[in-house]
């Protein structure tokens, strides 16, 4: 390796949109590196990323070069120092990223990068990094604009590109409109690395409101969770109609179809194979094991053929804005650990609302974790969750014209799929928060 791709391999697994947690990274290879302005030395870098377990990645870093110090605002963004220059992550510059909307506004294209907007842009805006992401960095300029970049690069068309556009050019208001996009020659294919989209300026986070509502509950002890001021149940049949009315257009203008027995059989066979992948990690999840494969079992047993088509795919509270004028769905990108393909593959919708139904007891149950055992909230939380739940469906069932309920084989495999997820994820990252997939899956096995 060169002297700069080892400093690149000491600074990417202490990076929060790193993938490769709990493993190092064996070596770095700059796979290409194109300079964006004749001002400032910043470099788009595409980067080959190895690591301990034989695993390769490809992941992009807008890299600035500097003969002198840098100033004290990017200091955190030091990546290193190499041959009197130091190197830092110039998505913290502001006059890098100011550069980034010059080149989208001027639809430029550069040697293997193009940049496209869809009318105008206002390249005055000051910028901010936004901070609360795992997988991608995002950069708002003003109250106008949000530039997503993929940081972790698949080749080809990003999901979240390709469906925001198809939403917007159909006129959905539950989206925020793709403004532009930045694409590049990516091992022979034209791949999405940014995604600049209306800012929903004056919003709040679905997860944010939905917890808020919870504290209210659980300060409210003489009262049940429709009699508290901050009922969140009206919000969540909105949120379950903003979702219906997404995944009906989502049939309509992205490829749909019909999965058979053989596909529904195939689909039983995956939710196996997770659990089996997450018992070997969680022992704890033993004891429910069979209850869990009775239920991914029926799937294979279903006798007719189940719709399938486009859908979020990684669908949560935490990817919705209540906004002026209601929802807003974000991030369609699916889950960007997930192969491209799996994340564009046509599936059940019902596998968004089993995600959202997830979202749900989470938020009521996750304060439980900071509180100790306490039977009282634990009903309360249990209150709150089934109401939300109910009504999200209540709201889905109006605009789509069928109940998810009705659904329940699938609709219950697919919860506990989810939540058998979660319980890996709690046990690597969050052991105080395990309690809370496992008691779900508890529930939902035994129901």
């Not at 556009?165 to 034209?190: C, H, K, M």
Request: hydrophobic share 40%; with cysteine; glycine share 8%.
């Amino acid at each position: 390796m060169s002297a700069l791709e080892d400093v690149l391999r000491e600074w990417l697994p202490h990076q929060r949109w790193y993938g490769g947690k709990g493993t190092a990274v064996r070596a770095v290879r700059v796979e290409h590196e194109e300079r964006l302005s004749a001002g400032e030395d910043v470099r788009h870098t595409l980067l080959h990323v190895t690591d301990d377990g034989g695993g390769t990645e490809l992941y992009q870093v807008l890299l600035g070069h500097r003969s002198g110090e840098v100033e004290p605002r990017l200091k955190n963004a030091v990546v290193g120092e190499v041959e009197g220059r130091v190197l830092y992550d110039a998505v913290h510059d502001p006059v890098a990223v100011g550069s980034l909307l010059e080149l989208l506004a001027g639809r430029r294209t550069l040697s293997r990068l193009s940049f496209t907007s869809t009318g105008e842009l206002d390249t005055s805006l000051p910028s901010r990094v936004m901070g609360a992401e795992q997988s991608n960095t995002s950069v708002v300029y003003g109250e106008d604009y949000i530039l997503k970049m993929f940081r972790r690069v698949q080749p080809g068309l990003n999901p979240d590109l390709e469906i925001s556009r198809a939403l917007a050019d159909a006129g959905s208001p539950y989206i925020a409109a793709p403004l532009g996009w930045l694409e590049g020659q990516v091992g022979g294919e034209t791949t999405t690395l940014a995604l600049l989209q209306q800012y929903q300026r004056n919003s709040t986070e679905g997860w944010a409101m939905a917890t808020a509502s919870v504290r209210d509950l659980f300060a409210e002890a003489d009262l049940h969770a429709d009699e508290v001021g901050g009922d969140f149940a009206g919000e969540s049949e909105r949120l379950g109609v903003a979702t219906a009315e997404v995944h009906v257009l989502l049939r309509e203008v992205l490829p749909s179809g019909t999965a058979d027995a053989d596909e529904c059989a195939r689909t039983s066979r995956q939710l196996n194979e997770r659990l089996d992948a997450a018992l070997a990690v969680v022992p704890d999840l033993e004891p429910y094991a069979d209850a869990l494969r009775s239920a991914y079992d029926a799937v294979a047993g279903l006798s007719r053929s189940v719709p399938v088509q486009r859908v979020h795919g990684d669908y949560h509270l935490g990817q919705v804005l209540r906004t002026d004028h209601g929802w807003v769905l974000l991030d369609f990108e699916g889950e960007p650990a997930r192969p491209l393909a799996e994340r564009t593959a046509l599936m059940s919708p019902l596998r968004d609302v089993a995600g959202m139904l997830r979202s749900y007891d989470y938020a009521a149950r996750h304060l439980l974790a900071e509180r100790g055992s306490d039977s009282q909230l634990a009903y309360r939380a249990t209150e709150w969750a089934e109401r939300n739940r109910q009504a999200f469906c209540d709201g889905y069932a109006r605009a789509a014209g069928a109940d998810p309920r009705d659904e329940a084989v699938l609709l219950r495999a697919f919860e506990l799929d989810k939540a058998v997820y979660e319980v890996v994820y709690e046990a690597r990252n969050r052991p105080a928060w395990l309690p809370i997939p496992v008691g779900s899956i508890e529930r939902l096995a035994g129901s």
